[in-house]
C-alpha cells in the first residue's frame, strides 16, 4: 500500500508541475489576447477573461496543493482535491466559451479575425491557445482524480478498524471495541 500511495504522489507531482507550466504560460497568452481584443476596440472578452481567470486561479491552488502535499495531513488532501474538482469544471466552462477558436482553418476563429482587423495575424497563438486548454482539462482529471485517491487512502489508513471512541459527560473519551453484528 505505501509502494503504491507512493506511485500516486510521484504521479501527482509530475502532473502539478505540468499544471503550474500550463498556467503560467496559459496566462501570458490570454493576458496577451485581452490586451490585443482591447487594442482593436471590441467588447467581448469572455473568450478571454474565463480562460484568464481560471489559469491564474490554477496557479495559486497548485501552489497550494505543493504546500499540502509537503507540510499538511491528510485532511488537506479532501480540499485540494475539491479545488482540483473546481478547476477540472472551470477550465471545461472555458473550453466552452473559447469554443468558436478551435478550428483549424486559421479563417474561422474569431480571434484571427478580430486579430486581423488590427494588422496582426496571429492564428498559431490561438491555436496555442486552445491545445493548452484542452491539456489543462485533462490534467485537472487526471489531477482530480489521484488527488481523490490520494485522500481516499491517506483517511483510510488514519482510522483504526473496530476502536470507536466515546465522547463521556465531561468531554472525556473512552475507547471501546466495536461489538459484532448478532447473527440471525
Known sequence: ??????????ALWAVRFLQFIFAVILTGIFSWFHNRIYRAGY??????????GFSVAAIFIVGLS?????SLGPDSQIVISLLDTALFIGYIASAIVYRHNFNANCG????????????KNNCNTVRLGAALLILQILLFFISMILSHRLADRR????TVPGVHEEKGRF????????????AV
Open 1 to 10: 500500500m505505501a509502494a503504491r500511495s507512493g506511485s500516486i504522489k510521484s
Open 43 to 52: 467588447y467581448p472578452y469572455e473568450s478571454t477573461d474565463v480562460p484568464l
Open 66 to 70: 505543493i504546500f499540502t502535499h509537503l
Open 108 to 119: 474561422r476563429n474569431a480571434l484571427v479575425r478580430v486579430f486581423r482587423s488590427i494588422g
Open 155 to 158: 483517511h483510510t489508513a488514519t
Open 171 to 182: 468531554g472525556f473519551g473512552r475507547r471501546r471495541q466495536a461489538q459484532p453484528a448478532a
